[in-house]
């Protein structure tokens, strides 16, 4: 069965860090791995797509990097903004067992950006 | 509109009775998802809709769960004789297709509590 651990489970930095958030997952056989961005009281919203041929993608201060055979992923968050304040999920699209192609979610971290 | 909408916002009820939840996925979109987001559970995958048809519906938790999509548009997830376990955000999720590398689009939720 997929598992997925996101860790930290909470995160305070000063605006201006750069950030690592990290994803790990139980069973390589994935199509993809989503990082999206959660806001209180809202949906998701999806940042990164990494396909399981690719090792990472990038969008602007944005950075996530995969590495199937260990099963790891991270999200990089450059000089980071109050803004950027939100709990991120990491998600992985499953390819084998009773919820094929379905996305398997972490628990999130949740990140405070402090002015 | 733009994005998926999700009926009601915000819904509390007694214990016992039956609810009704709404999503309008985006238009053209095929493939509907309802997931459910329970404190310290992260989310869970209940059902997919390709069409109108449901090919996967492992994630629903118990028979009092159903849901039905009509017109390959509005989909309504009912949860009958609530218990107060089933307290959660209950998320829905539209892509234009099965394709598995295809992003999913979130709505912002129905915010259930059962009294």
């Known amino acids: 069965k997929q598992e997925v651990t996101q860790i930290p489970a909470a995160l305070s930095v000063p605006e201006g860090e750069n950030l690592v958030l990290n994803c790990s997952f139980t069973d390589s056989a994935i199509y993809n791995l989503q990082w999206f961005r959660q806001d209180p009281g809202k949906g998701l919203t999806s940042l990164l797509l990494i396909q399981s041929s690719q090792r990472e993608q990038t969008s602007g201060r944005l950075n996530a990097s995969l590495d199937k055979s260990s099963g790891r992923s991270t999200l990089y968050i450059a000089a980071s903004q109050p803004g950027d304040s939100a709990t991120y999920l990491c998600a992985v699209r499953t390819i084998y067992g009773g919820s094929q192609g379905n996305l398997i979610f972490g628990k999130g971290t949740k990140l405070s950006v402090k002015p | 509109g733009a994005g998926v909408s999700q009926s009601p916002s915000n819904k509390v009820t007694e214990k016992g009775k039956d609810v009704e939840l709404r999503c309008d996925p985006i238009?053209?979109?095929?493939?509907l998802y309802w997931y459910r987001q329970s404190l310290g559970q992260g989310l869970e995958f209940l059902i997919y809709f390709q069409g109108n048809s449901a090919p996967d519906k492992s994630g629903l938790p118990s028979d009092r769960f159903s849901a039905e999509r009509t017109g390959g548009s509005v989909s309504t997830l009912t949860i009958q004789r609530t218990q107060q376990e089933d307290s959660a955000v209950y998320l829905c999720?539209?892509?234009?297709?099965?394709?598995?590398?295809?992003?999913?689009?979130f709505g912002d939720g129905t915010r259930l509590s059962i009294l």
């Open positions: 999720a539209s892509s234009p297709n099965r394709d598995s590398n295809q992003p999913q689009h």
């Open positions: 238009s053209g979109h095929t493939a």
